[in-house]
């Protein structure tokens, strides 16, 4: 299994050797607490099996790493939230990685959307042989990764979070007929970067 990295949102700090273990009960109300070494104990002793689970579900290592990390971020930001009475910290952390595996198969649910109404759409006159759906996907995320913001940011917004126009242009405080021209533009660009990918020799 490659090594995960742990997230970078957080800036834990490493625990001085030679410090005696902390037991569950401590380590969980350390956690709610605030205390970043219990973040730091936590992430070692549980994001194998968040990893694991998390594995288990999407078969990807990166895929898994990607939703270990997003985990403990969630978990960290979310912990006053969290009670030890109430439930373990390792049992809240498997709830989390619930959520989180179904925000990713969304989020790969609208991405695949995105690629079939962009193919519809660069079909003219008789289809030759669809590109594998696959490389559609690494296609459609490079570019969308290389749009300039706002640009960017409105169509992850729009076909990644299932956002309204109306509700991006609250968000991102842009009236709502710029969003609705960005969101076109970014249309015909990916539209037209499918049609040279569906030109492509096979």
């Known amino acids: 299994m490659a090594s995960r990295t742990r997230p970078a949102d957080v800036d834990v700090d490493v625990r001085a050797g030679g410090e005696e273990p902390m ?6 109300h350390g956690f709610a607490a605030g205390d970043r070494a219990c973040l730091e104990e936590a992430y070692r002793r549980w994001s194998p099996l968040v990893h694991t689970l998390a594995h288990r579900e999407l078969g990807r290592t990166a895929d898994a790493e990607d939703v270990t990390q ?13 009670s030890p009475d109430r439930g373990s910290l390792p049992g809240w ?13 969304r989020r790969q649910q609208r991405q695949l959307r995105l690629a079939t109404t962009l193919e519809s759409e660069a079909v ?4 030759a042989a669809p590109p594998e759906r696959d490389l559609e996907r690494l296609v459609l995320a490079a570019e969308i990764a290389r749009l300039p913001d706002p640009r960017g940011t409105i169509v992850r917004m729009a076909f990644w979070e299932g956002y ?21 533009r970014a249309l ?8 040279e990918v569906a030109a492509w020799p096979t």
């Open 124 to 127: 003219t006159g008789p289809p």
């Open 164 to 184: 309204t126009h109306a509700q991006i242009a609250e968000r991102l405080g842009l009236p709502l007929g710029t969003v609705k021209s960005h969101a076109r």
């Open 188 to 195: 015909l660009h990916l539209r037209d970067r499918l049609k």
């Open 23 to 28: 037991d569950d009960d401590r380590l969980a």
């Open 93 to 105: 952390l498997v709830g989390i990685t619930r959520h989180r595996l179904v925000d990713h198969h």
């Open 70 to 82: 997003q985990v403990f971020v969630s978990a960290w930001r979310s912990r006053a939230d969290y």
